[in-house]
Nanobody, 125 residues
Framework: QVQLVESGGGLVQAGGSLRLSCTAS????????MGWFRQAPGKEREFVGA????????YYADSVKGRFTISRDNAKNTVYLQMNSLKPEDTAVYYC??????????????????WGQGTQVTVSS
């Protein structure tokens, strides 16, 4: 079990960039598949993307593919979500989540057992 803390959210204009970070205040992220999710007001939580425990594989939702990049630095116990070309529809609370290592074509699907508290991202038009 890990305790996750997101940071890096804020207000940005459309077309801008933000980088979110997810660190573990308790435990290590080294052996976990890590996912990013988001939830906009009045909408269900949405999968954004995931990175395998080794960092060798990533998977993205179609809505962010080509704009968002997930990376990890296991030495720093941190996972990143680089968001470029932001759109107003990217406005949401963003969450990171941890899952035990999974293998096969559905490695990114979870379930994700440990979640952070979220960080707000607001994109103005």
């Amino acid at each position: 079990q890990v305790q996750l803390v997101e940071s890096g959210g804020g207000l940005v204009q459309a077309g801008g960039s933000l980088r979110l970070s997810c660190t573990a205040s308790k435990g290590t992220l080294r052996s976990y598949t890590m996912g990013w999710f988001r939830q906009a007001p009045g909408k269900e939580r949405e999968f954004v993307g995931a990175i395998s425990w080794s960092g060798g594989s990533t998977y993205y939702a179609d809505s962010v593919k080509g704009r968002f990049t997930i990376s990890r630095d296991n030495a720093k116990n941190t996972v990143y979500l680089q968001m470029n070309s932001l759109k107003p529809e990217d406005t949401a609370v963003y969450y990171c989540a941890a899952d035990r290592p999974m293998y096969g074509s559905n490695w990114w699907r979870g379930p994700y057992d440990d979640w952070g508290q979220g960080t707000q991202v607001t994109v103005s038009s």
